[in-house]
């Protein structure tokens, strides 16, 4: 229902505008007005979406009144009503954003049509404002999805499909800024935290928190330029700490990397925060990487690191557990003939094994973030803890597989042709079969070599024809029939799938039939 002020100071044209507009558009509601001062008033009060305005006026004329409502209501819509048809008003009309031109006197049909016409306009502008403001409130909700999935590709290196920078850009962090990473360690049995630890990240600067990883949670944190980098990172590591509820932060550890100057530095930031963590014996609840005992100087890289990752995911891949225990020992073996530094050494593996770990995650395997739980005296040692923390992954790897059954193909086909002509979602499918999405997208793409959404479109499209035989069924009842909500979706979805329009399908079926 909307709203209309009249603004006129001729009684009797107030009158007849008023007659013939609730003759024409009865769901109106009017309010008159005879000068421009009470006009301004009715504004702040009646609120009307659109004011007839007579220029000539004593007093305050309606070029006046429209610039003094429209700098307190900046929506409302105007259309000019005058006797006078001169360029100059026009002109003055156009420069106020004025929607249209009324000149007395005009027929009943020619105003009804002119504000129908505004009208519309108007309701189309509410309807985008209203989409706007969805769009920004669920915006809005995402905003922690993204980040999550900005930190995941920073930290991790992991590929995805949106890009980085369009991802960076809504987060509206400028790319210069110097940040760090954080590597923060709950409680064993702690992981209701996490959404306290967000809150506190947040609230203690401007940060970017990542997917937590068995009891660990990864966190970029932008620098703050009014404080040291150390009084930053101890402040936010203190706030952390203090929403959990064991003793002066019993069971949390911190590791804090150096201060890098681009996105490009930041995963390396974040190596240097896992090598902090790795001696949580410490009678501190943190450690930053420079307090690290360095005791080697020159720097050590694996000429085939790229290659002995590669092979590494591969045999993780294909459950070739002995090969990635057999892989990582010769790495162990080939830092110890060369006389590496221990810690460089313990780093590097620990590299390896978050490598493994994002793997894991990726086919679904759930399991506890790889974390070396002290600093290794002697390669001895290292090797046996390395051992381990691999055990632990192959284990997970084994609890996974075992729960799935052998025709689980087979059970995620069946449930697809099923209820094609449902809303179903990759996510719907998860939850029949108890499996992750990524895993079921790489089942699909294993086994069927397409992907979930394409096997759903044939199962639609297989059941639309078997519809469109009967000539009493219309197009728009199949379209609903086999899920989907929009017929002329339908059509080119059915075209590209089998080079015919459905009308064209049903004609050549037709035919078929009568021959």
């Known amino acids: 229902m909307f709203k209309i002020l009249i603004v006129d100071d001729e009684r009797i044209e107030r009158k007849g505008l008023r007659a013939m507009l609730k003759n024409g558009l009865p769901d109106l509601v009017i309010e008159e007005a005879p000068n421009g001062s009470i006009a301004v008033e009715l504004a702040s009060s009646f609120r009307p979406d659109l004011i007839l305005m007579d220029i000539k006026m004593p007093g305050m ?7 003094r409502i429209s700098a307190e209501h900046p929506d409302c819509r105007y259309i000019m009503v005058t006797a006078l048809d001169t360029f100059e008003y026009a002109r003055q009309a156009l420069k106020l954003g004025v929607k249209d031109y009324l000149l007395k006197p005009s027929k009943a049909r020619e105003i009804v049509e002119t504000v129908g016409r505004v009208l ?3 309701e189309v502008d509410q309807k985008s404002i209203e989409i706007h403001l969805l769009q920004q409130k669920a915006l809005k909700k995402t905003m922690p999805l993204v980040e999550t999935d900005v930190v995941t590709q920073l930290l991790y290196n992991h590929v995805h499909e949106v890009h980085l920078d369009d991802l960076v850009g809504l987060l509206d962090i400028r790319a210069a800024n110097e940040m760090f990473a954080m590597n923060v360690i709950l409680p064993t049995e702690s992981e209701s935290l996490y959404t306290a630890v967000k809150e506190k990240a947040r609230q203690g600067g401007s940060c970017w928190v990542g997917a937590m990883n068995g009891r660990q949670i990864p966190i970029i944190v932008f620098r703050d330029a009014n404080r040291s980098f150390r009084t930053q990172a101890l402040s936010l590591a203190r706030e952390m700490i203090s929403v959990g509820k064991s003793d002066r932060g019993a069971g949390w550890f911190l590791g804090i990397g150096n201060v890098c100057s681009s996105f490009q530095q930041i995963r390396q930031s974040y190596q240097e925060s896992l090598v902090a963590s790795m001696d949580t014996s410490l009678a501190v609840r943190n450690r930053f990487y420079e307090d690290v005992p360095k005791g080697y100087s020159s720097e050590f890289t694996l000429q085939s690191g790229k290659q002995r990752e590669k092979q590494l995911l591969e045999h993780i891949r294909l459950g070739q557990w002995d090969s990635v225990h057999a892989n990582l020992v010769e790495i162990i073996g080939m830092y110890e003939q060369d006389d590496v530094n221990l810690v460089l050494t313990q780093q590097r593996m620990l590299e390896f094994l978050w490598v493994a770990s ?4 990726d086919m679904g395997v759930e399991g506890e973030a790889p974390i070396y739980t002290f600093q290794a005296q002697d390669y001895r040692q290292l090797r046996a803890e390395t051992g381990r923390i691999l055990d632990r992954m192959k284990q997970a790897y084994m609890n996974y597989y075992n729960r799935l059954e052998p025709d689980t ?3 995620i086909k069946q449930y697809i042709e099923g209820h094609s002509h449902e809303n179903i979602s990759l996510e719907t499918i998860c939850i029949q079969v108890g499996l992750s999405p990524s895993y079921v997208s790489k089942l699909f793409k294993e086994q069927l070599g397409i992907n979930y959404i394409d096997f759903l479109t044939e199962c639609r499209i297989e059941k639309a024809k ?6 009493e069924k219309s197009f728009k009842e199949i379209t609903f029939e086999v899920g989907y909500h929009d017929p002329n979706y339908f059509s080119k979805v059915f075209k590209r799938m089998c080079e015919l329009s459905p ?6 079926l037709l035919q078929g039939n009568r021959d």
Do not use: S
Request: charged share 30%; no cysteine; glycine share 4%.
């Open 358 to 361: 994002r793997m894991l995650n």
């Open 466 to 471: 078997k519809l469109i035989a009967d000539p």
């Open 503 to 508: 009308k064209q399908y049903r004609k050549v």
């Open 409 to 411: 193909i087979h059970q």
């Open 61 to 67: 004329n309606g070029f006046e009144t429209v610039e």
């Open 120 to 122: 519309e306009q108007i």
